[in-house]
């Protein structure tokens, strides 16, 4: 079924097939369109969030039209058809960080999970599968086995060894026919965006770095954290991309500016199931905590239950005193492993440079 998703597309379908007939129609401003509207089969086309001029929708619903309106009171649209950038939830940080889409949209969500609604849940709802939808388009383009994870922690200082290490470890798999995908937000996940959007530019990136460690962290002002990342993007050029896919889940966590596109859900369960099957290429985990090793043990499952003849998915620990000893969550891993495919898969390093040879060596 067509998804028309611009008037310039909605045009061309008109002018090759001459009917909205079984289309999906996503979050326009079709009041100066009615004229076409009126005179166009519509039988089983669907409307999300569209906006119409008086007396238009019920001539579409009679006509064999699913109409969802929009829905009131809400700092998001539930029926977006792309997915977010940087700019766009920065969007008003020179106000201060509470000003900004991405804080408006968590204040709101912090008073829905107490004050919990059918329309709060259903905005939610169709705003994560209008997220999907435009993941699945952009990874469409993507060769699955070329997506590589980068998983660690938030609370990764910017200008540390780990930090320069998750950096140098994203841009060499970028500047090698990589895609890098992230949780999106900061620590771990900001140094693999970076490290991907300058790819190749290790002088650059060196600078950078250190720019950045002049605000190490993100509290307790995300206002000049996120600023002083964005000043990178405003005096760099983009030699990489990568995505980000972070949730409102962990809203107090910002999301980086430094991923191309990014996914950002309210279901971090959703979230998180999205980022580990998309990445065939690999997941490398650097030293982290919980989120991390929640991570590990949910992408083990996918490996240890897979389908006879199936090919498992790489799984690099990096640092091995911290997965062994710190959180030791190797012994486990390879004890699962044990006689099994995903056995050969798993591996533990010590080097961000030996993560990206396995991951390399796949592709």
């Given at each position: 079924m067509p998804e028309i998703e611009s008037l310039a597309s909605l045009d061309a379908q008109l002018a090759t097939a001459g009917t909205l007939a079984e289309c999906y129609v996503q979050s326009l401003d079709l009041t100066g369109r009615s004229d076409q509207l009126l005179a166009t089969d519509v039988t089983h086309a669907v409307f999300l969030g569209c906006t119409f001029a008086p007396g238009v929708e019920p001539h579409l619903e009679n006509g064999g039209a699913l109409v969802?309106?929009?829905?009131?009171?809400?700092?998001?649209?539930?029926?977006?058809?792309?997915?977010?950038?940087?700019?766009?939830?920065?969007?008003?940080?020179?106000?201060?960080?509470?000003?900004t889409l991405d804080a408006r949209v968590y204040r709101w969500w912090r008073y829905v999970g107490r004050h919990r609604s059918l329309t709060s849940e259903l905005a939610m709802t169709l705003h994560d599968h209008a997220i999907a939808d435009a993941l699945d388009d952009l990874?469409?383009?993507?060769?699955?086995?070329?997506?590589?994870?980068?998983?660690?922690?938030?609370?990764?200082?910017?200008g540390g060894d780990d930090y320069i290490g998750a950096a140098r470890l994203a841009?060499?798999?970028?500047?090698?026919?990589?895609?890098?995908m992230t949780g999106g937000g900061p620590g771990a996940m900001e140094a693999a965006n970076l490290g991907a959007r300058l790819a190749g530019q290790y002088t650059e990136l060196t600078a950078a770095i250190q720019r950045?460690?002049?605000?190490?962290?993100?509290?307790?002002?995300?206002?000049?954290?996120?600023?002083?990342?964005?000043?990178?993007?405003?005096?760099?050029?983009?030699?990489?991309?990568?995505?980000?896919?972070?949730?409102?889940?962990?809203?107090?966590?910002?999301?980086?500016?430094?991923?191309?596109?990014?996914?950002?859900?309210?279901?971090?369960?959703?979230?998180?199931?999205?980022?580990?099957?998309?990445?065939?290429?690999?997941?490398?985990y650097l030293p982290g905590a919980a989120g991390t090793v929640q991570e590990i043990f949910q992408a083990a499952t996918r490996n240890y239950y897979l389908p006879e003849?199936?090919?498992?998915?790489?799984?690099?620990?990096?640092?091995?005193e911290h997965w062994t000893r710190t959180?030791?969550?190797?012994?486990?891993?390879?004890?699962?492993?044990?006689?099994?495919?995903?056995q050969t898969a798993a591996h533990?390093?010590?080097?961000?440079d030996e993560a990206a040879a396995v991951v390399l060596a796949r592709g």
């Open positions: 969802f309106p929009s829905l009131p009171d809400l700092p998001f649209n539930p029926y977006r058809s792309g997915l977010y950038t940087a700019d766009e939830l920065y969007a008003g940080l020179g106000r201060g960080h509470r000003y990874c469409g383009r993507i060769d699955p086995l070329h997506a590589v994870g980068i998983m660690g922690g938030h609370a990764m200082q910017r841009s060499q798999i970028t500047r090698n026919g990589g895609t890098v950045l460690a002049e605000v190490p962290g993100y509290e307790p002002d995300i206002t000049w954290w996120a600023q002083s990342a964005l000043d990178i993007v405003a005096s760099t050029h983009a030699t990489g991309t990568s995505i980000g896919i972070p949730t409102w889940h962990y809203g107090h966590e910002p999301p980086n500016v430094f991923a191309t596109q990014i996914a950002k859900y309210f279901s971090n369960a959703l979230r998180e199931d999205t980022l580990l099957q998309r990445c065939h290429g690999g997941l490398i003849g199936s090919q498992p998915v790489p799984m690099v620990l990096v640092d091995v959180v030791p969550a190797w012994p486990l891993l390879h004890s699962l492993g044990h006689g099994r495919p995903m533990l390093v010590a080097t961000v």
